[in-house]
């Protein structure tokens, strides 16, 4: 078991630990040093993920907590919106939630995002434990604290800053995975190296294989090393003032492209796309090599993603990301790479840059 710290700067310099481990044994010994006095429980959790682990959690806990209660909704970005958490809300109400009880988030992305903004608005902020089941979730989502729900088409339009007392993160879960969500999560390592380690983006590279076959030493260095990056870039920025929007490298266009397919594809896959379009432009603006842009988009590749898609309109993606809460003042603030492993937040990248750089993701069919 390993144990890193993280600063919250936001809540008087507090700080919560990020636990790698691969069982749920240690996680009731360290619940029980948060929550001493027994306090009521919600585990909040999808579909997909509650046959595998919801009763495994809540016998993990049934000892720190007074009462156990679940919460699970249907799987899929679909779920994420208002009238799920309303649910939520309805449900802790029901049984007497009050601001000493806590929440656990066990699933992905979403699981936690929706978690974290209950967690956050419930009679004005109740503690929340993330305890991440897919790799997107381990390395990016479960933390710095970014919470919130889809609103209509514009993808976490809704949310707050909300730090977790705890993230517990059991490696093993990892092994009931499905290709296309460990490639999801893929994405945001490779994207961590990218933007802030040039060492660390090429060994993953050098470590595909073993990767891919899930070597259980190899992804534990993977996750830990991708937390350190994001630790280090959030604890200097909490709020997103600076540098944390390093962070969406690939994401401005990546949530366009979500959108427009109508979350037919993995987050991952379109992280992936929009990494690709923000190397490109890249390359355009002499930022970064013709070698160096064709192994970013090529690199994609052995890890399952996708660097091409049949058909999108590029004008469509283009208004989209303007809708994007990463707008500002009607520009799009984009994430470029300077080299590998130093990214840039640029605010002057013009349409037409990103209509060419979309559309070199388009295959040409003969």
Same mark, same amino acid.
């Given at each position: ?210 990767? &891919?076959?899930?070597?259980?030493? !190899? $992804?534990?260095?993977? %996750?830990? +090393?991708?937390?350190?990056? =994001?630790?280090?870039?959030? @604890? ?92 500002? &003042?009607?520009?799009?603030?984009? !994430? $470029?790479?300077?080299? %590998?492993? +130093?990214?840039?937040?640029? =605010?002057?990248?013009?349409? @037409? ?14």
């Amino acid at each position: 078991m390993e144990e890193i710290n993280v600063l919250t700067k936001t809540d008087n310099n507090k700080s919560y630990n990020i636990i790698l481990d691969n069982s749920y044994v240690n996680l009731a010994n360290k619940l029980k040093e948060l929550y001493p006095e027994k306090v009521k429980v919600c585990i909040i959790t999808d579909s997909n993920v509650a046959p595998l682990y919801l009763e495994q959690l809540k016998s993990a806990v049934s000892d720190v907590f007074s009462k156990v209660h679940d919460f699970t909704f249907e799987a899929g970005e679909e779920s994420k919106n208002l009238d799920v958490i309303n649910e939520a809300y309805e449900g802790l109400i029901d049984h007497h939630f009050n601001r000493k009880d806590v929440l656990i988030a066990l699933g992905g992305g979403v699981t936690g995002d929706m978690t974290g903004y209950i967690a956050a608005t419930y009679m004005r902020g109740i503690d929340f434990i993330q305890v991440p089941t897919t790799l997107l979730s381990m390395v990016d989502s479960s933390i710095g604290g970014k919470t919130g729900v889809d609103y209509k088409q514009y993808k976490n339009m809704i949310g707050a800053f909300k730090m977790p007392r705890l993230v517990y993160i059991n490696t093993s879960v990892l092994k009931t995975l499905s290709d296309l969500q460990f490639a999801s999560g893929m994405a945001e390592v490779l994207k961590a190296g990218l933007l802030k380690d040039a060492n660390f983006y090429e060994w993953t590279i050098n470590n595909f294989l073993e990767i &891919n076959d899930k070597n259980e030493e !190899i $992804l534990t260095n993977m %996750i830990r +090393k991708s937390i350190e990056i =994001k630790k280090f870039i959030v @604890e200097k920025d909490p709020f997103e003032q600076g540098d944390r929007a390093l962070l969406n490298l690939g994401h401005t266009v990546g949530h366009a492209i979500e959108k427009y397919m109508n979350f037919t594809k993995a987050h991952g896959e379109c992280v992936a796309l929009g990494t690709i379009v923000a190397a490109f432009i890249s390359y355009k603006r002499e930022m970064i090599s013709m070698e160096d842009f064709y192994e970013i988009r090529d690199m994609f590749v052995p890890f399952n993603l996708p660097i091409s898609v049949d058909e999108i309109d590029a004008d469509e993606i283009i208004r989209l990301t303007k809708s994007d809460k990463k707008a500002e &003042n009607g520009f799009i603030k984009f !994430i $470029l790479l300077k080299k %590998i492993g +130093k990214a840039v937040i640029v =605010k002057d990248v013009k349409d @037409e840059e990103i209509k060419n750089a979309i559309n070199e993701l388009i295959v040409e069919w003969d």
